[in-house]
């Protein structure tokens, strides 16, 4: 009771200045967010509107050859109509979405159950297998991509010669010889109907599986761990089984802490711009290519800065979108006493 | 434990599962055979995870440029010969290893220390207070966090290409678009704002800042309100509430945000790569990516293989010692329920 009253005489005292408060405190990141986001997007809003290109790079928006030509960057996008061949705006998005969502649907299930296996009771070498586990998280991504686009080689690739030696070990002779990153015919057709699932999809599904699950596994062991051991004990002493355990205390328990990570893998995979660009370029005929990758090729090698700046329109609409959704699961913004 | 062991089901799945994962100790109730089918299991993963490791070390050991025609993830020569290659002259042009180090360095440091900074005010915002634009502030302030820097890149570029430092000669020096040469003078480029490092590392604080703000409120969110509502009814003001209580606290969690920072734009090149266009100012993880070309054969393996040990060992030793921290504070703001 003392420190309800305390508090609101003080709150009182200080009710202006307590209003205001919360601004100033806000004030250094929204100024330099004005200057180096919040004003760059309007500049983009605009510039998308124009034909931009190199010769216009010295005055900007000033320059004499500018011309605004209204929608046309957009409806250049959406109909496919610029100078780039294999380019369909729907196809890539699909593509883009249906890649984040599988290699999420892989990651998270993969790093729970490798989470569990760590945290057994008793189990030797945890210490070191954590330490081990966390590696591919810690190397670039060029790395990375160059490593296993290597490791998928149709030449030297270890995949390969992997394969060579199972399919030889089964009676039959001969190499195996995969063109993992160039083969255009997908291996299931019906897939994904907007385009085609090239050999490549798959091959950057299990290179991006090594990437994504040690994250995974890190967030789900530090959820484990926070999960009372009285709970086991109780179920047990109640007669569950091991797997009513897991399904009834394990997974609920770990929900919390693997919505927000699995939003977060989400949106890693969505924009994960050096492993594909590394990787396959995007490629065979653009048909891993994702936004991102996509959006960086019209501004530096194509110099389409006007059309860049639409498709980053479209980017920025998209991030929009997803973030209100998986807002709404995570609530992140919600306030900390509500 | 050993009690749950002796379930009539003998599935190995289930028995598997069949664990208790609070973090305690109790290492005598593991049966052998179990830890031994779970060692195997923990073997074939950690087997997974090395695969690409040992690959790339073994490269870096080799001594000659190409790559071997079968699988070899042991090094069977340890010629030091690519390290040497790679920090005598790391890349075609007249660039020292030194250089690279330092632009490498004061890139992500920069970018780091300036985005933590700027951010943690904001976080505590968010966190603490209740005011009336706070829901839509934070949307403002985290659209940019999901939206990839690339999506940024064009207007960046734009911008802060027009800021340049003209020699107009005679000694003129002018500010574009400030100040512009005598009409007629086109002027010697001296400086570029969007061709320099720092010109980068704006580019790159625009994507740090949203990140540093969030991963500090969710950190900010775990810290009980006992402590700062106890200073309060003690006559302490917010301001002194802030540095005094809150920041101490925070410690960690600002090192693991200025860390996380750090290791994302020392990794980083997409940015650098579209902007600087000078040698001299080229970083570690830009030469990286200047030495795989678009064919495979071309790269000097060799040579990528040590270079890339370089710019991830150190990192990689940081993290692994920070494993704790970084992770805590990566899933604290997530596992408020």
């Not at chain 1, 998270?108 to 210490?127: M, Y």
């Not at chain 1, 991509?145 to 199972?166: E, K």
């Not at chain 1, 860049?308 to 973030?323: H, K, L, N, Y």
């Not at chain 2, 917010?238 to 090192?255: C, D, T, Y």
Request: aromatic fraction near 14%; glycine fraction near 6%.
């Amino acid at each position: 009771m003392a420190t309800a009253t305390a508090k609101m005489t003080a709150k009182s005292r200080i009710d202006i200045r307590k209003a205001i408060l919360p601004y100033l405190y806000l004030v250094p990141a929204f100024t330099v967010m004005a200057i180096i986001t919040f004003y760059p997007l309007i500049y983009q809003g605009i510039v998308s509107f124009t034909d931009f290109q190199t010769k216009d790079l010295r005055f900007g928006l000033a320059s004499p050859q500018l011309h605004y030509i209204g929608f046309k960057n957009y409806i250049d996008i959406l109909t496919g109509n610029l100078p780039v061949q294999n380019f369909e705006f729907l196809r890539v998005l699909v593509y883009n979405f249906w890649w984040a969502i599988t290699n999420v649907m892989l990651h998270v299930p993969a790093g729970i159950v490798i989470a569990v296996l760590l945290n057994t009771q008793g189990l030797w070498f945890r210490k070191i297998y954590r330490a081990v586990f966390i590696l591919p998280v810690v190397v670039p991504p060029i790395v990375v991509a160059t490593v296993w686009r290597n490791i998928f080689d149709d030449q030297y690739g270890a995949m390969n010669q992997f394969l060579t030696y199972i399919y030889n070990f089964l009676g039959s002779v001969g190499p195996v010889h995969i063109r993992w990153l160039t083969e255009y015919t997908p291996p299931i057709p019906w897939l994904l109907p907007t385009g085609p699932l090239p050999l490549a999809y798959y091959a950057m599904m299990i290179a991006n599986f090594w990437l994504g699950w040690p994250f995974m596994t890190v967030v789900a062991t530090g959820a484990l761990q926070s999960i009372p051991k009285d709970l086991y004990e109780a179920a047990s002493i109640d007669g569950a089984t091991g797997p009513q355990q897991f399904w009834n205390i394990t997974v609920p328990l770990l929900r919390p802490a693997m919505i927000p990570a699995a939003v977060y893998g989400f949106t890693t995979s969505f924009n994960l711009f050096a492993f594909v660009y590394f990787f396959t370029q995007g490629g065979p005929a653009r048909s891993t290519e994702i936004l991102v990758t996509f959006a960086y090729d019209l501004v530096r090698n194509l110099r389409l800065f006007g059309v860049a700046a639409a498709f980053s329109v479209f980017i920025f609409m998209i991030a929009m979108v997803v973030f209100l959704i998986t807002n709404r699961i995570t609530r992140a913004t919600e306030s900390y006493t509500a | 434990m050993t009690t749950l062991t002796k379930t009539p089901n003998k599935n190995i799945i289930v028995r598997f599962f069949n664990m208790n994962t609070s973090n305690e100790v109790g290492g005598r109730d593991l049966p052998l055979w179990r830890q031994i089918l779970l060692q195997l299991l923990t073997l074939i993963v950690a087997a997974e995870v090395m695969f690409p490791i040992m690959y790339i070390i073994t490269l870096s050991f080799s001594s000659k440029t190409t790559r071997p025609s079968t699988l070899e993830l042991f090094p069977k020569e340890l010629s030091l010969t690519a390290y040497k290659q790679v920090l005598d002259h790391p890349t075609a042009n007249p660039v020292t290893f030194t250089q690279l180090l330092t632009n490498s360095f004061k890139l992500s440091v920069g970018v780091g220390l300036v985005a933590l900074l700027v951010a943690v005010t904001a976080a505590y915002a968010f966190s603490r207070f209740k005011f009336k634009a706070r829901q839509v502030l934070m949307v403002l302030v985290f659209i940019p966090l999901l939206m990839p820097a690339v999506g940024l890149s064009t207007p960046l570029y734009l911008l802060m290409n027009q800021f340049r430092l003209l020699d107009c000669g005679k000694g003129i020096t002018a500010f574009y678009p400030l100040v512009s040469c005598a009409s007629g003078v086109t002027g010697k480029l001296v400086f570029n704002l969007r061709d320099s490092l720092l010109g980068v590392g704006i580019a790159m604080i625009a994507g740090a800042l949203p990140f540093a703000v969030w991963n500090l409120k969710g950190y900010l969110d775990t810290i009980p309100l006992d402590l700062e509502e106890a200073a309060a009814i003690d006559g302490a003001d917010s301001n002194q509430i802030f540095f005094q209580i809150v920041l101490p606290l925070a410690i960690p969690q600002l090192a693991v945000t200025f860390f996380l920072g750090f290791i994302g734009h020392w990794q980083e090149f997409a940015l650098s790569w579209l902007f600087l266009s000078q040698p001299q100012s080229y970083t570690l993880a830009m030469t990286l990516y200047n030495m795989t070309g678009q064919y495979a054969n071309a790269i000097p393996w060799n040579r990528f293989a040590a270079m890339a040990i370089i710019v991830a060992l150190p990192v990689a030793v940081i993290y692994i010692a920070l494993q704790k921290y970084i992770t805590g504070g990566l899933t604290s703001g997530a596992v408020k329920g």
